[in-house]
């Protein structure tokens, strides 16, 4: 196995950071402590290597071993005779051959050691790690965060008996399944597209309104002319001069919305009984210049013209009212118009 | 059956003592740190939740480790002192842990560390003329 593994992808990438260095450091300096204890003032760097290392692999195996003649009788954990036999096995010596008891007590290498304890605690030459070290082995915290969580962590009870806690949890079922979120609108094609002509009528509607008064504050002085249409401009502004100054500010007079739209359809034809209604006024008018123009003929919808008469009521909820009535008077009015030219004529 | 008594006896006292001497054990600290030795049995599949068996082979591998050191050091003085020169300088030299004097102590283990004394470029280097042609 090679220390530097390749991917996927054919690129080379370090190792995975292992336990080793850290191990074999904490072993190195736990082997000087001993040499020092012996005896040694000074090191140089390559024996002490080598015998870290052998000391590392005699615990290998040791463990090693140890865990064979466990297994050998059919245990999985190791107990203190299995340890005895490992270590008469390590040593490799040709004693007790013959002579070996039950009895673990028996074993040379074990007396030894035993011998060696009572040395060192007689003697006090007890010298223990000087170093902390930490508990093995360490967690990256980083990965951590990476790995699945067990069951355990994550306080789930696995779905059947047959799989242990330990293992990784399930993904939430939310991840494989489909679950409803959205509450389903029902689909309405037509509903919605009623409702954005709607939307989009209002919007003109107020664009155009302040056009309107975009344009009304900009006219300073109002400059009257003939009666065409031109002149429907002009009588759309003396009417809307004739509202009080503060209707005027406050909203948008209907004069100024729909005179762009009689502006560019029509003429209107005006009677003589303009002076009449001129006379109803009750505020004073500047004087209109309006010219008769009876070849031209009535085309469409008047003017407001009852809006000049009630000056002060208006109101936008009432405009459709409004246009009813106008439409009526300005049908009698036009009649009047059709039979009074015969009359002038005949003046 | 006299022989199975005696036996039966001895085991029994056998066993007195390993349970003392185990519980001598937590008494002494080894050199080597718990963890560490745990860390390199769970290498091995050692499993064992007694901390006693674990202070065991840590004890064990000191002795190991001690017993290798003292030989090295047995040789490291056995060598001939250097010179005196000078009169403040004492017989005890510095006692430094050396390749040789290591491959000599675990020699008797039957290791075989034994350091080159010289790298070559090639295995042929040094040898004559005549030889390096075939």
Redesign the interface.
Request: aromatic letters at 8%.
């Given at each position: 196995m090679s220390l530097s593994e390749r991917t996927h992808d054919g690129e080379t990438k370090d190792p995975p950071p292992s336990s080793y260095e850290f191990t074999h450091a904490a072993a190195k300096s736990a082997v000087a402590q001993i040499c020092e204890t012996v005896g040694y003032n000074h090191f140089k760097d390559p024996p002490l290597e080598s015998l870290t290392g052998f000391a590392i692999q005699y615990i290998l195996q040791l463990g090693k071993i140890a865990t064979s003649f466990a297994n050998l009788n059919g245990r999985s954990q190791c107990n203190v005779f299995d340890i005895v036999l490992a270590l008469e096995d390590l040593s490799g010596n040709d004693n007790n051959a013959e002579e070996r008891g039950c009895s673990a007590l028996r074993s040379v290498k074990l007396r030894e050691i035993i011998e060696f304890v009572k040395v060192s605690d007689d003697g006090e030459e007890e010298s223990p790690f000087l170093q902390t070290l930490p508990r093995f082995p360490v967690s990256d915290k980083r990965k951590k965060m990476m790995v699945v969580p067990s069951f355990v962590e994550v306080g789930e009870i696995p779905p059947g008996k047959h799989i242990p806690l330990w293992l990784p949890a399930f993904p939430d079922p939310h991840t494989y399944k489909e679950t409803p979120m959205w509450i389903e609108r029902g689909l309405d094609p037509r509903g919605d597209k009623i409702e954005q002509a709607r939307q989009r009528r209002k919007a003109e509607r107020a664009l155009l309104s302040l056009q309107r008064k975009l344009v009304c504050r900009g006219d300073g002085d109002r400059v009257w002319g003939d009666m065409d249409v031109g002149g429907v401009k002009g009588e759309i502004r003396e009417a809307e001069s004739e509202v009080p100054e503060d209707e005027k500010r406050d909203g948008v007079s209907v004069v100024e919305a729909f005179a762009p739209a009689l502006e560019a359809a029509r003429d209107v034809v005006f009677s003589e009984d303009d002076a009449e209604w001129k006379q109803k006024k009750q505020k004073k008018k500047p004087v209109v210049l309006s010219k008769l123009r009876t070849e031209k003929k009535f085309l469409g919808e008047p003017l407001d013209l009852t809006l000049q008469m009630k000056g002060e009521d208006r109101s936008i909820s009432l405009r459709e009212e409004d246009r009813d009535d106008k439409r009526r008077r300005a049908e009698f009015i036009l009649r009047q118009c059709m039979e009074n030219p015969v009359d002038l004529n005949q003046l | 059956m006299n022989h199975g008594q005696q036996?039966g006896e001895?085991?029994h006292e056998?066993?007195a003592?390993?349970t003392e001497?185990?519980a001598?054990?937590m008494?002494?600290?080894?050199?080597?740190?718990d963890?560490?030795?745990?860390?390199?049995?769970a290498?091995?599949?050692?499993?064992?939740?007694?901390v006693?068996?674990i202070r065991?082979?840590a004890?064990?591998?000191?002795?190991?480790?001690?017993d290798?050191?003292?030989d090295?050091?047995q040789h490291c003085k056995a060598r001939p002192a250097p010179v005196v020169k000078d009169k403040k300088q004492q017989k005890d030299k510095?006692?430094?842990?050396?390749?040789e004097?290591?491959s000599k102590a675990?020699r008797e283990y039957?290791?075989n560390?034994k350091?080159p004394e010289y790298f070559a470029d090639s295995p042929s280097t040094g040898m004559e003329p005549a030889t390096r042609d075939e």
């Open positions: - | 036996s001895a085991k056998d066993d003592a390993l001497f185990l001598s054990l008494d002494y600290t080894p050199t080597i740190p963890d560490l030795v745990e860390h390199y049995l290498k091995s599949g050692f499993q064992c939740p007694d006693r068996l065991l082979v004890v064990a591998t000191q002795k190991f480790v001690a290798v050191a003292s090295a050091l510095r006692l430094v842990l050396t390749m004097d290591l675990l039957g290791v560390v350091h």
